[in-house]
């Protein structure tokens, strides 16, 4: 068997806190990773959005304090359908289970609620966080566009935003950087591009893509992954402030200090 035909297991995603952890660090805000289970091409696996969803929360917990809540796996990939292990579940169903969620925290004191969202087919988690006005739980959706574009910016990723859509330049980088072990050979010559996606919601992916690659994974890297990962986490300062405020309590002394995220004088 050749070493790209063995699958290995992807790493623990899981919090491994204790109730007295969570206890003791009081943290008012927590973390949700959104991710999907669709496809990604013919080399990165079904799971890529979560996994990218995990790292960008993992980040987020080391460097803020921030409690770490485990991922959603399945959510609204129904434009992916075309392709074999792709699932999902309705967006009345997102919404209402991220909805409990928010309700069980606040019940525990918790009444801040970041939406780390791995997939862009997840258009009802800006509903979400629209409709937590009133609630008692201040929810934010991270990483935004012009979160994404700072990252873009200092990981020099060369391919445009509009055009890096699935499975190019930016998915495959964080993989390379924090899953190498689940990226298959193949990427290096995996480029397709398809700028004009007018009707995406209505042909599927499959209107667009015979690969369901949308982008550029050719010019991806380890190095752009990280930086990457670095960026998204230096531009979540804005998001704790602001949570932090909104509940009218100053954010705890962790004696943690400022993140570190890894970015060279420029």
């Not at 068997?1 to 699958?7: H, P």
């Not at 009802?124 to 739980?137: D, I």
């Not at 689940?182 to 010559?189: D, F, I, K, S």
């Not at 990280?226 to 230096?234: I, K, S, V």
Request: overall charge negative; some cysteine; hydrophobic content about 40%.
């Amino acid at each position: 068997m050749a070493d790209s035909d063995i699958r290995r297991p992807a790493p623990a995603v899981l919090p491994a806190d204790t109730t007295e952890d969570v206890r003791a660090a009081g943290a008012r805000i927590a973390v949700l990773p959104v991710g999907s289970l669709e496809q990604h091409g013919p080399y990165l696996p079904l799971v890529t959005d979560t996994l990218i969803a995990c790292s960008v929360a993992r980040g987020l917990a080391a460097a803020y304090p921030v409690q770490l809540l485990p991922p959603l796996t399945v959510s609204c990939s129904h434009e992916h359908e075309d392709w074999p292990g792709t699932v999902s579940i309705s967006a009345a169903t997102l919404h209402a289970v991220v909805g409990d969620i928010a309700a069980s925290l606040r019940r525990s004191g918790v009444r801040g609620l970041v939406l780390v969202n791995g997939h862009g087919g997840n258009y009802v988690l800006r509903n979400v966080v629209q409709e937590s006005a009133g609630t008692g739980t201040r929810t934010a959706l991270f990483p935004g566009p012009g979160d994404w574009d700072a990252a873009r910016k200092r990981a020099g990723v060369l391919t445009p935003s509009y055009r890096d859509m699935h499975a190019g330049e930016v998915e495959t980088s964080i993989l390379l950087h924090d899953h190498p072990e689940l990226v298959l050979p193949g990427y290096e010559a995996s480029d397709w591009i398809a700028d004009d996606r007018k009707h995406l919601l209505t042909l599927g992916m499959r209107g667009y893509t015979d690969s369901g690659v949308i982008g550029c994974p050719s010019a991806a890297s380890a190095d752009k992954g990280r930086e990457l990962l670095a960026g998204l986490t230096e531009c979540f300062a804005a998001y704790v402030e602001l949570l932090d405020a909104d509940t009218g309590r100053a954010a705890p002394d962790t004696g943690r200090a400022a993140p570190d995220t890894g970015r060279a004088a420029r």
